[in-house]
């Protein structure tokens, strides 16, 4: 029987682990499970003999020395970036990488959806008002329908693809900015390929880019004035795509509805005036995070190395050598 280890403590396997898939695991593996802690000597010793390691939040980067003559051929990685967890030199060659990024990218579609509807009807500033005593404001301020609007997507990753699909049913034209997007791809997802100036024209502009360092600052200030008044900007991907100084400047003048989920550094570490400021919707990096979601990621990820073991078959979580440098 193959030897499977899950690398991660009681506590996370429970998180990403519902009790159908540990039965499944128990039936068709030999399964080594961690112990409470989850340190380098204890990933060495699961690993040793293991053909397929499971991964989630909290285990430890895997050394290339793991991966030895006795160490795993397969990696299941049961939560979102690989690219800090496993060597990329061995990717491909002696380690087959699989990751659930691609299915918490649709929690974070749906983040990218109640946040967008939330702050185009303008919900915490009826929130705010109706908890300080008020009633309907009249004409003073009023939301609007994302019915037939214009939705830019910076960069299509799978969660940009997530939110483009729930973004059906509203009639709403999508623009994309992503250099790596070719034209069959973007008719596919019925989109519009725009530069990054054209991109900020838009009644929502949500960003989905990576953490590389072509990224870093690229949302700069005179991109964010670019974005017409009233409209709405969220960022559910890396804080550093954005010029912090000019982001927090638009949300304290009121001109944007802005939803905030990342942060640098996080915890985040925010002035008194933007917690202040009206429709700014803040949370704490949980686009990706519900409870439904994250108990299903080690399925996710184990259906595919079956298949993958079974017939050599490569499904929605495997992870292309190729592409390795562009992943989040």
Same mark, same amino acid.
Not at 56 to 63: A, E, K, M, N, V
Not at 301 to 316: E, K, M, N, T
């Given at each position: 029987?193959?030897?499977?280890?899950?690398?991660?403590?009681?506590?996370?396997?429970?998180?990403?682990?519902?009790?159908?898939?540990?039965?499944?695991?128990?039936?068709?593996?030999?399964?080594?499970?961690? /112990?409470?802690?989850?340190?380098?000597?204890?990933?060495?010793?699961?690993?040793?003999?293991?053909?397929?390691?499971?991964?989630?939040?909290?285990?430890?980067?895997?050394?290339?020395?793991?991966? !030895?003559?006795?160490?795993?051929?397969?990696?299941?990685?049961?939560?979102?970036?690989?690219?800090?967890?496993?060597?990329?030199?061995?990717?491909?060659?002696?380690?087959?990488?699989?990751?659930?990024?691609?299915?918490?990218?649709?929690?974070?579609?749906?983040?990218?959806?109640?946040?967008?509807?939330?702050?185009?009807?303008?919900?915490? &500033?009826?929130?705010?008002?109706?908890?300080?005593?008020?009633?309907?404001?009249?004409?003073?301020?009023? /939301?609007?329908?994302?019915?037939?609007?214009?939705?830019?997507?910076?960069?299509? &990753?799978?969660?940009?693809?997530?939110?483009?699909?729930?973004?059906?049913?509203?009639?709403?034209?999508?623009?994309?900015?992503?250099?790596?997007?070719?034209?069959?791809?973007?008719?596919?997802?019925?989109?519009?390929?725009?530069?990054?100036?054209?991109?900020?024209?838009?009644?929502?502009?949500?960003?989905?880019?990576?953490?590389?360092?072509?990224?870093?600052?690229?949302?700069?200030?005179?991109?964010?004035?670019?974005?017409?008044? !009233?409209?709405? #900007?969220?960022?559910?991907?890396?804080?550093?795509?954005?010029?912090?100084?000019?982001?927090?400047?638009?949300?304290?003048?009121?001109?944007?509805?802005?939803?905030?989920?990342?942060?640098?550094?996080?915890?985040?570490?925010?002035?008194?005036?933007?917690?202040?400021?009206?429709?700014?919707?803040?949370?704490?990096?949980?686009?990706?995070?519900?409870?439904?979601?994250?108990?299903? #990621?080690?399925?996710?990820?184990?259906?595919?190395?079956?298949?993958?073991?079974?017939? /050599?078959?490569?499904?929605?979580?495997?992870?292309?050598?190729?592409?390795?440098?562009?992943?989040?």
């Amino acid at each position: 029987m193959t030897t499977l280890a899950m690398a991660m403590t009681p506590t996370r396997a429970a998180d990403v682990c519902d009790d159908e898939t540990r039965a499944l695991l128990e039936e068709r593996f030999e399964v080594r499970w961690a /112990g409470d802690q989850l340190d380098q000597a204890e990933v060495a010793r699961l690993a040793d003999g293991a053909e397929i390691m499971i991964t989630s939040w909290g285990t430890p980067t895997l050394p290339a020395e793991l991966f !030895g003559d006795n160490g795993p051929r397969i990696v299941g990685h049961a939560a979102g970036s690989v690219k800090r967890l496993v060597p990329a030199a061995l990717v491909g060659d002696r380690v087959t990488v699989f990751s659930a990024a691609t299915r918490i990218a649709w929690s974070v579609g749906e983040y990218c959806l109640a946040a967008c509807l939330t702050l185009h009807r303008r919900l915490p &500033s009826y929130d705010a008002r109706t908890r300080a005593g008020g009633w309907k404001p009249g004409g003073e301020f009023r /939301g609007r329908e994302l019915r037939g609007r214009t939705v830019s997507l910076i960069g299509a &990753s799978s969660t940009a693809r997530a939110f483009r699909s729930l973004l059906a049913p509203f009639s709403v034209t999508v623009l994309v900015y992503d250099p790596y997007l070719d034209r069959e791809r973007a008719r596919e997802l019925d989109v519009t390929p725009v530069d990054l100036p054209a991109a900020m024209n838009a009644d929502v502009v949500s960003i989905h880019v990576p953490d590389l360092p072509a990224t870093k600052g690229m949302i700069t200030a005179d991109l964010l004035a670019r974005i017409p008044d !009233g409209s709405v #900007l969220i960022n559910s991907a890396r804080a550093g795509a954005v010029d912090p100084v000019a982001l927090e400047r638009e949300a304290l003048s009121g001109r944007l509805r802005i939803a905030l989920d990342v942060y640098d550094p996080e915890p985040a570490r925010l002035s008194p005036e933007l917690l202040a400021a009206p429709d700014v919707l803040l949370t704490p990096h949980i686009a990706g995070d519900s409870l439904e979601g994250h108990l299903a #990621l080690v399925r996710y990820v184990l259906d595919d190395v079956i298949a993958f073991l079974a017939d /050599g078959s490569r499904g929605p979580s495997w992870v292309d050598p190729q592409r390795w440098s562009l992943l989040a």
